[in-house]
Nanobody
Framework: QVQLVESGGGLVQAGGSLRLSCTASGRTFSAYAMAWFRQAPGQEREFVAAISQKGGSWEHADSVKGRFTISRDDAKNTVYLQMNNLKPADTAVYYC?????????????????WGQGTQVTVSS
């Protein structure tokens, strides 16, 4: 099982930027598609962005398209989420996860294991 550690969250004003990191260990990172999710208080965990093995394809949720960018560095076993033009609605705990199947990586319900997440708070 891949172990995941998210970092990079914080408090930022609306319009600001943050870059989240998720470092994985345990198995061959490059064999996994990776995804970011977020969960706001009282809401279900939702898909944010996903990237395939080797970074050949990626997808972003409509709510973040044009503002967030997912990328990966297999040499560092790390996936990133660059978040620009942040809005108060982006406030949430952000999580990453890994799936050997790039077609199912964005399905939050398929995962039993989650890391501790990283808190992002955007003030207006």
């Amino acid at each position: 099982q891949v172990q995941l550690v998210e970092s990079g969250g914080g408090l930022v004003q609306a319009g600001g930027s943050l870059r989240l990191s998720c470092t994985a260990s345990g198995r061959t990172f490059s064999a996994y598609a990776m995804a970011w999710f977020r969960q706001a208080p009282g809401q279900e965990r939702e898909f944010v962005a996903a990237i395939s093995q080797k970074g050949g394809s990626w997808e972003h949720a409509d709510s973040v398209k044009g503002r967030f960018t997912i990328s990966r560095d297999d040499a560092k076993n790390t996936v990133y989420l660059q978040m620009n033009n942040l809005k108060p609605a982006d406030t949430a705990v952000y999580y990453c996860n890994a799936d050997p199947n790039r077609h199912t990586v964005k399905q939050a319900s398929r995962y039993d294991y989650w890391g501790q997440g990283t808190q992002v708070t955007v003030s207006s």
